[in-house]
Protein backbone atom coordinates (compact mmCIF):
# COMPACT_ATOMS: atom_id res chain seq x y z
CA UNK A 1 0.00 0.00 0.00
CA UNK A 2 1.00 3.28 -1.20
CA UNK A 3 4.57 4.92 -1.63
CA UNK A 4 7.90 4.09 -0.07
CA UNK A 5 11.18 6.38 -1.41
CA UNK A 6 14.33 6.78 -0.21
CA UNK A 7 16.17 10.19 -0.86
CA UNK A 8 19.59 10.57 -0.82
CA UNK A 9 21.31 13.71 -2.00
CA UNK A 10 20.71 15.62 -4.99
CA UNK A 11 16.97 15.39 -7.09
CA UNK A 12 14.23 13.37 -8.51
CA UNK A 13 11.03 12.42 -8.56
CA UNK A 14 8.46 8.95 -8.32
CA UNK A 15 5.92 8.52 -10.86
CA UNK A 16 3.39 7.15 -9.23
CA UNK A 17 -0.48 7.67 -10.97
CA UNK A 18 -2.63 6.13 -8.53
CA UNK A 19 -4.83 6.89 -6.08
CA UNK A 20 -5.13 10.17 -6.98
CA UNK A 21 -1.23 11.26 -7.43
CA UNK A 22 0.57 12.24 -10.83
CA UNK A 23 3.99 12.22 -9.22
CA UNK A 24 6.04 13.28 -6.29
CA UNK A 25 9.13 15.60 -7.28
CA UNK A 26 11.69 16.05 -4.17
CA UNK A 27 14.89 17.52 -4.22
CA UNK A 28 17.60 18.20 -1.26
CA UNK A 29 17.52 21.41 -0.23
CA UNK A 30 20.32 21.91 2.37
CA UNK A 31 23.04 19.23 3.54
CA UNK A 32 23.70 20.71 7.09
CA UNK A 33 21.08 20.20 8.89
CA UNK A 34 19.52 18.22 5.84
CA UNK A 35 16.45 19.79 4.11
CA UNK A 36 14.57 18.15 1.64
CA UNK A 37 11.54 19.51 -0.53
CA UNK A 38 8.97 17.20 -1.72
CA UNK A 39 6.10 18.41 -3.91
CA UNK A 40 3.30 15.84 -4.56
CA UNK A 41 1.34 16.43 -7.72
CA UNK A 42 -2.03 15.04 -7.64
CA UNK A 43 -5.01 14.71 -10.20
CA UNK A 44 -7.81 15.73 -7.39
CA UNK A 45 -7.90 17.26 -3.55
CA UNK A 46 -7.14 14.91 -1.53
CA UNK A 47 -7.15 15.26 2.56
CA UNK A 48 -3.82 14.72 4.44
CA UNK A 49 -2.10 13.69 7.15
CA UNK A 50 1.51 14.12 8.64
CA UNK A 51 3.37 12.09 10.55
CA UNK A 52 6.99 12.67 11.45
CA UNK A 53 9.69 11.47 13.80
CA UNK A 54 13.27 11.57 14.27
CA UNK A 55 14.13 10.53 10.84
CA UNK A 56 11.08 10.35 8.70
CA UNK A 57 7.85 11.83 7.34
CA UNK A 58 5.19 9.84 6.21
CA UNK A 59 2.46 11.67 4.11
CA UNK A 60 -1.11 9.97 4.41
CA UNK A 61 -3.61 10.86 1.43
CA UNK A 62 -7.31 10.03 1.45
CA UNK A 63 -10.04 11.15 -0.02
CA UNK A 64 -11.61 14.18 0.16
CA UNK A 65 -15.63 13.60 0.51
Sequence with gaps: ???VQQISKGSGS???EQGGVKQIR???FQLDPPITRAVIDLDHALKHQVEASDNQVVIRL????
Design 1 to 3: EGV
Design 14 to 16: VLV
Design 26 to 28: YSQ
Design 62 to 65: SPAN
